[in-house]
């Protein structure tokens, strides 16, 4: 068996953590990549670390730090299933503590080796598109937005639904989310909170001039965002996988093909909301 670990950067308590966890794992015949960031703090012998990208096969891949990690893991690791510990304040994808990693590990390692597979669930990723280019795919959130926030700036934008126009108008840009995405960049742009058990896409206008509220639609519905006015605009994918397009131009975004999957326990998402505060 294969298991890869990536910790948060620059955070000595995570690449601890991974070490301890990466001893273990050998001692019981594992195999175990570790991230080239986390291998670079460890007494490990000279590109002994791997890109994120390098663990795609693993059985598992185990992401320390905070909700930022697991974004980070998620965009190397593609469908391999993630277990999460959490070091951060809130960890809306990340349900282990440190002092269970290593339980938690064993007991889906332990089950990976009774049945051949990894028990996790799939978490929808929202992929944007455009005319010979596609983003790499978002566990958060797409946000398409013009070449300067702030008042006088932004862009024209147009926001259609399975071709329907929804909204338009000036606006800094607009924001697409996933459920799970709901809580974070959304959230603070004054989108709602949705539960991820629920099935949908959440738009929402950023500082627009006239704006539309906030709309939950179908995860089956295809998004398109028309851009005018500008003399660049930027898609980004998970605050991270940026593509700068020139305008006129026309993106649509959806659910991608192959979704993350959420490895160990469930994470308590109302638990979760209370460390908002």
């Not at 889906?108 to 669930?121: F, I, N, P, Q």
């Amino acid at each position: 068996m294969q298991v890869g670990i990536v910790a948060q950067k620059d955070n000595a308590r995570a690449a601890n953590l991974a070490d301890e966890l990466r001893g273990t794992l050998r001692d019981e015949g594992v195999d175990v990549l570790v991230d080239c960031a986390t291998a670079s703090e460890l007494p490990l012998d000279e590109g002994s670390g791997v890109d994120p990208t390098a663990m795609a096969d693993c059985d598992l891949v185990v992401s320390i730090g905070g909700d930022g990690t697991f974004l980070f893991t998620a965009r190397g690791v593609g469908s391999t299933p993630i277990l999460g510990v959490n070091l951060g304040e809130v960890g809306f994808l990340n349900a282990v503590s440190p002092a269970d990693a290593e339980s938690a590990v064993r007991e889906e390692l332990e089950h990976a080796r009774r049945t051949g597979s990894v028990r996790s669930h799939p978490v929808p990723r929202l992929e944007a598109r455009g005319d010979g280019w596609t983003l790499t795919p978002a566990v958060n959130e797409i946000v398409v937005q013009g070449p300067q926030r702030g008042h006088g700036q932004g862009c024209t934008v147009e926001v259609r639904v399975d071709g329907t126009l929804y909204t338009g108008g000036h606006a800094d840009g607009v924001l697409v989310s996933t459920p799970t995405g709901s809580t974070a960049y959304n959230l603070s742009e004054g989108g709602p909170l949705v539960h991820p058990a629920v099935d949908g896409l959440v738009v929402t206008e950023m500082c627009a001039t006239e704006s539309m509220p906030s709309i939950v639609v179908g995860s089956d519905r295809t998004l398109s965002v028309r851009v005018d006015d500008a003399a660049r605009c930027y898609v980004i994918s998970d605050g991270k996988g940026t593509r700068t397009v020139k305008p006129p131009t026309r993106i649509e975004i959806g659910v991608a093909d192959e979704p993350a999957r959420l490895a160990g326990p469930p994470v308590d998402f109302f638990e979760a909301l209370g460390k908002l505060d």
